[in-house]
């Protein structure tokens, strides 16, 4: 067994001929000793997330067909025909959902820690990039299972895009692929949800993580740690073995709710009759019920204000900081953000 062994791993090291010291270098890095709280180290989570999907999204494509006429049957097949199809699905499901919780728990932590501050700016607005792939990723493919209310979720989204200022019309009629909701519509949303949001986030992936090795975790200090050396531990096993547990535990709640909740299926989508509630998915619900409290327009363009100032907030707060240098403003913000995001939810869930 030992020559077969040795055989293999000098024919890798001549064919892959990387230096064995980078390996140690890259598995050896120092970790702050505040990642083995589980709030801090949340980043590793929607990485575990997002690979279940690509594993159970690639299984559900050999069964989904992306053609108005057959969408919905095909998911009808995957969850009552075909062995374990529910299983899959519903796994499919669950994942999306808690990957959203991750991305926004991990914003959330980032921001009121100020972990988004000089140097890490840019890797701050490509994490925001991420938390909308992630939106984009439940909103195309919720849109490709064309029950009913799916269908008149893509059709309410797509007049709210109309309202976008000046490239309302063209962003509308792209999203379509046409003047309503139609057979085109199914083919960009498949399109996006298996093609090109998989690839964009992947490569956003890579340039978040890339920018973390190089420019370090954010090194905190707290109140029990004053006047103590900075501790650290290594990457591997350490680390490596706590985000395995983290893993085994969200196969553990995934599994529970699979099987207490598997996902189900609504009525086929017909595009002649409105439904009486139309509800997005629960992590559209604040921008429903705030575009329900407004006009069209001053919705829209609050929802793309309240995303800009997210994604340029290390600029304004570096702004605000100069005029005004001993307030932060920050942790207001945020907390103000935060309770407007969860009363508007919950506002809506309830109605």
């Given at each position: 067994?030992k ?12 064919s892959?001929?990387?230096?064995g010291e980078?390996?140690?270098k890259?598995?050896?890095e120092?970790?702050?000793?505040h ?5 801090f180290a ?15 999204g ?21 969850t ?7 299983v ?6 669950w ?31 490509i994490?925001?990039?991420?938390l909308g ?15 009913q ?5 893509a059709?309410?989204a797509?007049?709210?895009t ?10 509308a ?8 909701v ?6 960009r949303f498949f399109?996006?949800h ?20 190089l420019?370090?975790v954010?090194e ?12 650290h531990?290594?990457f591997?096993p350490n ?5 395995v547990i ?6 553990l ?10 996902a189900?299926?609504?009525p086929?989508?017909?595009p002649?009759?409105t439904p ?7 992590y ?10 407004t006009?069209?327009?001053v919705g829209v363009?609050g929802t793309?204000?309240?995303?800009a ?5 290390p600029f304004i707060?570096?702004g ?6 001993n ?14 995001l ?6 809506e869930?309830?109605?």
């Amino acid at each position: 067994m030992k020559p077969i062994f040795k055989k293999l791993t000098d024919w890798l090291k001549v064919s892959i001929p990387i230096p064995g010291e980078f390996f140690t270098k890259v598995t050896s890095e120092p970790v702050p000793h505040h990642l083995k709280r589980w709030w801090f180290a949340l980043g590793g989570t929607p990485a575990y997330l997002f690979m279940i999907q690509v594993v159970t999204g690639i299984l559900l494509t050999f069964y989904y067909v992306p053609e108005p006429g057959h969408a919905y049957s095909s998911i009808q097949r995957i969850t009552y025909d075909i062995h374990f199809g529910w299983v899959i699905r519903s796994v499919h499901k669950w994942a999306a959902n808690l990957m959203i919780i991750a991305v926004i728990l991990h914003v959330f932590r980032i921001f009121f820690t100020g972990a988004y501050r000089k140097p890490r700016e840019l890797n701050w607005m490509i994490g925001c990039l991420i938390l909308g792939c992630t939106l984009g990723f439940g909103f195309t493919g919720y849109s490709l299972i064309y029950e009913q209310l799916s269908y008149w979720g893509a059709t309410v989204a797509a007049n709210i895009t109309q309202n976008v200022p000046l490239l309302g019309d063209f962003l509308a009629r792209f999203m379509r692929g046409g003047d309503s909701v139609e057979e085109n519509t199914l083919t960009r949303f498949f399109v996006f949800h298996t093609m090109l949001l998989p690839l964009g986030l992947t490569l956003l992936l890579v340039v978040h993580i890339t920018l973390i090795r190089l420019l370090g975790v954010t090194e905190f200090q707290f109140e029990e740690d004053k006047g103590k050396p900075e501790r650290h531990f290594p990457f591997f096993p350490n680390h490596f073995l706590m985000e395995v547990i983290i893993g085994m535990c969200l196969t553990l709640l995934i599994t529970f709710l699979v099987v207490f909740f598997p996902a189900r299926l609504g009525p086929p989508a017909d595009p002649f009759l409105t439904p009486e509630h139309i509800k997005p998915e629960w992590y559209f619900y604040f921008t429903f019920r705030w575009l329900k409290l407004t006009s069209l327009q001053v919705g829209v363009l609050g929802t793309g204000a309240a995303y800009a100032l997210l994604i340029f907030w290390p600029f304004i707060e570096s702004g605000l900081a100069k005029k005004f240098p001993n307030r932060d403003f920050s942790i207001w913000l945020g907390v103000i953000a935060v309770v407007t995001l969860i009363i508007l939810t919950v506002w809506e869930a309830l109605v």
